[in-house]
């Protein structure tokens, strides 16, 4: 079983920031990517930022140059410093793990943290 904690959620007025953060823990043997999806009311999932294990990272469009995805590997945690934030950013935020235990390869998602932008 591997668990994932998120914190750093709220409302925030636009062009402001927040950050999120997503901690793994459990039966990891090793990760090959965490990352941040988020989901709009009426709308599907999708990705937002990823980073892989040998550090290359992959952005949504719509968030390059506004939000940073960070990892701690030695504590299994991700961060997602967003800044610039706009109307639109409004969703939930769900952290992933893509990881191997002792019994194979398997995806992890965290419970969800809502994020507003509105003035």
């Known amino acids: 079983q591997v668990q994932l904690v998120e914190s750093g959620g709220g409302l925030v007025q636009p062009g402001g920031s927040l950050r999120l953060s997503c901690a793994a823990s459990g039966s990891i043997i090793s990760i090959n990517a965490m990352g941040w999806y988020r989901q709009a009311p009426g709308k599907e999932r999708e990705l937002v930022a990823v980073m892989h294990s040998g550090g290359s990272t992959n952005y949504a469009d719509s968030v390059k140059d506004r939000f940073t995805i960070s990892r701690d590997n030695a504590k299994n945690t991700v961060v997602l410093q967003m800044n610039s934030l706009k109307p639109g950013d409004t969703a939930v935020y769900y952290c992933?793990?893509?990881?191997?235990?002792?019994?194979?390869?398997?995806?992890?998602w965290g419970q969800g943290t809502q994020v507003t932008v509105s003035s």
């Open positions: 992933k793990v893509d990881y191997y235990s002792a019994y194979g390869r398997f995806d992890s």
